[in-house]
């Protein structure tokens, strides 16, 4: 009896503890991705008439939304490795003797505790015609570029979203180089392993969990690129940078629900996918490497 008392308290504790999260993400999440798929499959959310997928084919007929859609894969196809690549470069740079290491760390981590309105109106205030560079490249007897109406305009949303998320990932890449013994390098180098076979061997055997982690909400981050491009852009900008956000944002103003919730739900399936396929891949790279 005293060991089932004591099983039913800490059964009790368990729930007093999850509980909060557990309603908290059926409120906030599982139940209005139902609403969304349901009101995905009706004509208007008053009637709820059954319609199936005519939702999802209309939706698919809109040139808006296919286009809308295509320069999602290819922002989250472009930008998820070359902020990959860069965090991870970064990593290993501030992880040695490098000097002013930590003015440098937080010069990086500034960015996620910005306001993102503050750098919407920075980046603006470079890149509007009348900005900074457009200013210097006028100096130096260059043509000034609309950057923001112009195909330069994916480049531009590209180095804001990279500059906006590489601390977040610089963090994570830190702390898992720093769960990396020194040992193991020091024997390496001792044993006459260079700089890149420590690297691939050692550093990168080690970082594969935090990779991992990094890639997926890389990948979730991208799909959901909107607060930065709207208010640099508006709610209507450049055909490069016109993204799923843009197209769901639109027709929440136009209240065009069954639109809104189809795009939702095939969003949520896109990445739901990918995110998917990301897990089985590094559980094959696990079973490989084990």
């Given at each position: 009896?005293?060991?089932?008392?004591?099983?039913?308290?800490?059964?009790?504790?368990?729930?007093?503890?999850?509980?909060?999260?557990?309603?908290?993400?059926?409120?906030?999440?599982?139940?209005?991705?139902?609403?969304?798929?349901?009101?995905?499959?009706?004509?208007?959310?008053?009637?709820?008439?059954?319609?199936?997928?005519?939702?999802?084919?209309?939706?698919?007929?809109?040139?808006?939304?296919?286009?809308?859609?295509?320069?999602?894969?290819?922002?989250?196809?472009?930008?998820?490795?070359?902020?990959?690549?860069?965090?991870?470069?970064?990593?290993?740079?501030?992880?040695?003797?490098?000097?002013?290491?930590?003015?440098?760390?937080?010069?990086?981590?500034?960015?996620?505790?910005?306001?993102?309105?503050?750098?919407?109106?920075?980046?603006?205030?470079?890149?509007?015609?009348?900005?900074?560079?457009?200013?210097?490249?006028?100096?130096?007897?260059?043509?000034?570029?609309?950057?923001?109406?112009?195909?330069?305009?994916?480049?531009?949303?590209?180095?804001?979203?990279?500059?906006?998320?590489?601390?977040?990932?610089?963090?994570?890449?830190?702390?898992?180089?720093?769960?990396?013994?020194?040992?193991?390098?020091?024997?390496?180098?001792?044993?006459?392993?260079?700089?890149?076979?420590?690297?691939?061997?050692?550093?990168?055997?080690?970082?594969?969990?935090?990779?991992?982690?990094?890639?997926?909400?890389?990948?979730?981050?991208?799909?959901?690129?909107?607060?930065?491009?709207?208010?640099?852009?508006?709610?209507?900008?450049?055909?490069?940078?016109?993204?799923?956000?843009?197209?769901?944002?639109?027709?929440?103003?136009?209240?065009?629900?069954?639109?809104?919730?189809?795009?939702?739900?095939?969003?949520?399936?896109?990445?739901?996918?990918?995110?998917?396929g990301l897990f089985r891949a590094e559980r094959r790279f696990g079973e490989v490497q084990g």
């Amino acid at each position: 009896m005293p060991r089932l008392r004591s099983c039913f308290r800490e059964a009790v504790a368990v729930l007093a503890f999850l509980g909060p999260s557990f309603a908290g993400f059926m409120l906030f999440y599982v139940i209005p991705f139902g609403a969304a798929a349901y009101y995905s499959l009706v004509d208007t959310p008053v009637q709820g008439h059954f319609v199936g997928l005519d939702n999802y084919r209309q939706l698919w007929a809109s040139a808006s939304f296919r286009k809308a859609f295509g320069n999602s894969l290819v922002f989250a196809s472009v930008s998820v490795p070359l902020l990959f690549a860069a965090s991870l470069a970064l990593g290993l740079l501030l992880n040695g003797a490098v000097p002013l290491r930590r003015t440098f760390r937080t010069l990086f981590l500034l960015p996620l505790v910005v306001p993102v309105a503050s750098i919407a109106l920075v980046w603006q205030a470079m890149f509007h015609w009348d900005g900074a560079i457009n200013g210097l490249a006028a100096r130096w007897g260059m043509q000034p570029v609309d950057w923001m109406n112009s195909r330069w305009s994916f480049d531009v949303m590209l180095v804001v979203y990279v500059w906006k998320n590489i601390g977040y990932n610089l963090v994570l890449f830190l702390a898992g180089l720093a769960n990396i013994p020194a040992e193991l390098r020091e024997a390496a180098s001792i044993d006459g392993a260079g700089r890149w076979r420590q690297f691939r061997s050692i550093v990168w055997p080690g970082l594969v969990p935090v990779s991992f982690f990094v890639v997926v909400m890389s990948v979730v981050s991208s799909f959901k690129v909107f607060r930065e491009t709207y208010l640099v852009a508006g709610a209507y900008p450049n055909d490069a940078i016109y993204t799923l956000q843009h197209f769901m944002n639109n027709q929440f103003q136009s209240l065009d629900y069954p639109k809104l919730t189809s795009a939702a739900v095939l969003l949520a399936f896109v990445i739901g996918t990918v995110v998917y396929g990301l897990f089985r891949a590094e559980r094959r790279f696990g079973e490989v490497q084990g």
